[in-house]
């Protein structure tokens, strides 16, 4: 596994430039997001969940984004070709996923304080 | 027509009869169609036959004796009773059939409803999912009481997932066998020559016995044959003349109840795998269906310490403490391909331990552990097994097969493992405890220091945020968990101490939808007795099988919190039509079809009241999830059902 997402990093590296998440649209990535049905695995936040990672706030740089979702054929996650999800379509995601807030840190949540 | 005989036309005499016939079923408060037909028979301008008419007319003296109660003699019901008495058994599930309205009478007024009592369900299904949970936490089987044909075919899918999940259960159906006797029209379409060829694949043992004293045997030999592990679901069709026919008092005899003891391993065989384990430098255990009693998991407890090995728990039952050192559930993968000698208790699949399946386009699969591992199992299946249905799950060879009872099995695997056990052999169990225990718990303070923090205030409300809310809510009662968690991503067993042998019981076995809420229903019925605090984590979907559970709850009195997981989807299916959509280069756009419970979104709250049972919700914001589950807690408290409809996360 951890090969596998070595290659898919090398790979993400050896792409052409020019995708870039500098005027993506993290508004329309919610709806890209929600519409392509990531949240199904990995929630409406991209917190994850026992069916998928999780891949926000921080998420993977944008080219290894698009390289995982291109090449996912290798792992429990269905492809994502162009055709179903464009660059810009990549992008804005990126962009969405980016655009969470991030939690508050499990110090200042009682719940799980008081275990 | 024989001679001077009087004078009835063939047209008036079968007209007459049918409204006789008529007249006699419509009692108050019956069909309004039967009632219909029975005024019209009022109005008639002709007399009834008296006997001699009636058979000049059809050549046959009509004799039915054989159907009804002989003077001075007791119901054939009243011994079936008898027998469940002397069965133990104190509930029977029903949704009311004429062909069983002999057992059932007598059931109301010979045992005056008590031991066994009727539970009212609204469809057979719903009963046996009833009888499901209540086995596993109760530990013995619930009487069921249903039609032989109609109602039987309506439990069908319910039967198998008891069967899968290894769950006794006494199912009683009616019939009609005899063609010469039995009433036309609808009792014979219900009737059949072998009513329960239709289940024999996924039950125990079934029988139709031809006598009342056959009848009493085969509920014996049934029961018998249920508890023996592994334990399954048995039928008995009870012909309504046997039913409603009698015997005089002491011509029947109720046999006696011996309790059978399980199969246990070779004591030689037991001696092998202790050697093997002891010796081992990553000694796994595997459990699935292991706990068939409170006494398992203490024993459990005891191999695993000696040992220092992993224990991975499927979670078929409550297994293992959830935060015991040495549970490795979460890290499972890992410590599999570690494992130098991997023991399994009850597995349904040990092939999955030992191979990996990938459902992708091309599908892969091959071995996850090393070559070499020593495989170890123990398993009561081996002791029964049928054909058609593949529940039991690819071949795995092993090492050392044992077929016997695990639970049987562990003390003589714990005391081998004593014998065998060397000061060194000690030490290194201890390191191999502190090294695990160091791990899970580095894991388990990512999972809720971190993990859970994600989504936290998110809407639909994340499955951890309802876990920890739940948690605050029941950790300091006497609790139970009567369904499943994996859809909520495994949260409540990270979250929630799991230590009490009976705070789990599993999930449905051949996951076959329709079951949460029944078995929640017959589980929280068990736990009744006990005042134990019963949560239902349950599906959207699963609910709309058989939402007429709900209005059982309510009608029985059963403490039961029920919190919807509404993610308003069938989501497993979701994901399945989404991968399938990509892998073709189609897109997923239009996977919701088919999948999804939106437009209009059911309300479970509306749903609930509208059987009576107090409903809260749809809560949408997290900041409203505690105030209502603490609501609902004082409901259950106080002796009600009650339902909490959450809008959730997918997982």
């Not at chain 1, 999800?85 to 990126?94: E, T």
């Not at chain 2, 057992?103 to 009592?117: C, G, R, T, V």
Request: hydrophobic share 45%.
């Amino acid at each position: 596994m951890k090969r596998l997402v070595m290659a898919l990093f090398a790979g993400a590296a050896t792409l052409s430039a020019g995708l870039t998440s500098a005027h993506a649209d993290a508004a329309r990535g919610r709806e890209v997001y929600t519409k392509v049905g990531c949240y199904q695995c990995h929630g409406f936040e991209g917190q994850g969940a026992n069916t998928g990672p999780r891949i926000g706030p921080e998420p993977i740089d944008v080219e290894a984004l698009k390289s995982f979702l291109r090449n996912a054929s290798a792992t429990a996650m269905p492809p994502y070709s162009e055709k179903l999800v464009s660059d810009g379509d990549v992008a804005d995601i990126h962009a969405f996923l980016a655009s969470v807030k991030k939690p508050p840190a499990a110090k200042d949540i009682p719940l799980l304080n008081n275990r | 027509m024989h001679e001077g005989a009087p004078a009835v036309s063939r047209r008036n005499f079968l007209a007459v009869a049918a409204a006789s016939g008529a007249a006699a079923v419509a009692t108050p408060g019956g069909h309004a169609e039967a009632q219909g037909v029975a005024a019209l028979a009022k109005s008639a301008p002709v007399q009834a036959p008296d006997h001699a008419q009636m058979e000049a007319e059809i050549g046959t003296p009509i004799k039915v004796a054989a159907t009804m109660a002989e003077p001075g003699g007791r119901p054939g019901s009243d011994y079936m009773v008898d027998v469940l008495r002397a069965l133990d058994i104190d509930y029977v599930a029903t949704n009311p059939a004429s062909s069983c309205r002999g057992l059932h009478e007598s059931i109301n007024n010979y045992a005056m409803n008590k031991k066994p009592e009727l539970l009212t369900a609204m469809h057979e299904e719903v009963a046996t999912a009833m009888a499901h949970g209540y086995a596993k936490v109760s530990g013995k089987p619930m009487g069921l009481l249903f039609h032989g044909t109609v109602g039987i075919q309506h439990a069908v899918m319910a039967f198998y997932n008891a069967w899968c999940d290894r769950v006794p259960m006494l199912v009683m159906s009616g019939n009609h066998v005899d063609a010469a006797h039995r009433p036309p029209g609808i009792p014979t379409t219900h009737a059949a020559q072998d009513p329960l060829a239709l289940v024999r694949d996924f039950t125990k043992w079934d029988d139709q016995p031809g006598s009342l004293q056959a009848a009493v045997e085969s509920l014996t030999r049934a029961h018998k044959v249920a508890m023996t592990p592994p334990y399954g679901p048995v039928c008995i069709s009870l012909d309504a003349h046997l039913q409603e026919g009698s015997a005089p008092a002491g011509q029947i005899r109720i046999p006696k109840v011996s309790r059978v003891s399980p199969a246990q391993a070779a004591s030689e065989d037991l001696r092998e795998a202790a050697r093997l384990l002891v010796a081992a430098q990553n000694p796994v255990i595997v459990v699935d269906r292991g706990a068939r009693t409170h006494a398992f998991q203490a024993m459990l407890v005891e191999l695993a310490e000696l040992l220092g090995a992993a224990v991975v728990d499927q979670l078929g039952r409550q297994n293992f403490p959830s935060h015991h050192p040495l549970n490795q559930t979460s890290r499972a993968r890992g410590v599999a391909t570690a494992a130098d000698v991997i023991l399994g208790l009850e597995l349904n699949d040990f092939w999955g331990i030992v191979n990996s399946y990938s459902d992708v386009a091309e599908p892969r699969q091959g071995r996850r552990i090393k070559e070499g591992v020593r495989l170890i199992s123990i398993n009561s299946r081996d002791l029964f097994l049928k054909s058609n249905y593949q529940d039991f799950q690819r071949f795995q060879e092993v090492d050392l097969a044992m077929a016997a009872d695990a639970e049987a099995s562990l003390p003589g695997l714990i005391e081998a493992v004593k014998a065998a056990l060397t000061p060194e052999a000690r030490a290194a169990a201890a390191k191999r405890t502190a090294a695990h225990g160091t791990a899970v718990a580095k894991q388990l303070e990512r999972m809720i220091g971190v993990d859970a923090t994600y989504a936290w205030d998110a809407s639909p409300i994340s499955t951890a945020r309802l876990s920890a809310e739940l948690w605050a809510v029941i950790k300091n009662e006497d609790w139970a968990l009567v369904s499943r968690d994996v859809r909520l991503s495994n949260w409540p067993h990270r979250f929630w101490t799991f230590d009490k042998p009976y705070q789990y019981i599993g999930d449905s076995g051949g996951a076959g939808q329709g079951y949460g809420m029944g078995a929640a229903i017959g589980a929280a019925l068990a736990h009744r007795e006990h005042g134990r605090f019963v949560v239902n984590l349950q599906g959207d979907g699963d609910l709309m099988y058989g939402p007429g559970a709900l209005w059982s709850a309510v009608h029985h009195r059963i403490p039961l919190m029920t919190v919807m997981h509404n993610n308003r989807a069938y989501h497993q299916e979701v994901m399945h039509v989404q991968r399938v959509g990509n892998w073709r280069d189609r897109g997923v756009e239009r996977a919701h079809i088919g999948t999804t419970i939106e437009k209009p979104h059911v309300d479970f709250a509306t749903l609930a009241r509208s059987m009576g049972m107090e409903g809260i919700g749809p809560i949408v914001d997290p900041a409203d999830l505690g105030p209502a589950l603490r609501r609902a807690a004082q409901i259950v408290k106080a002796g009600d059902p009650v339902m909490v409809d959450v809008v959730s996360q997918p997982r």
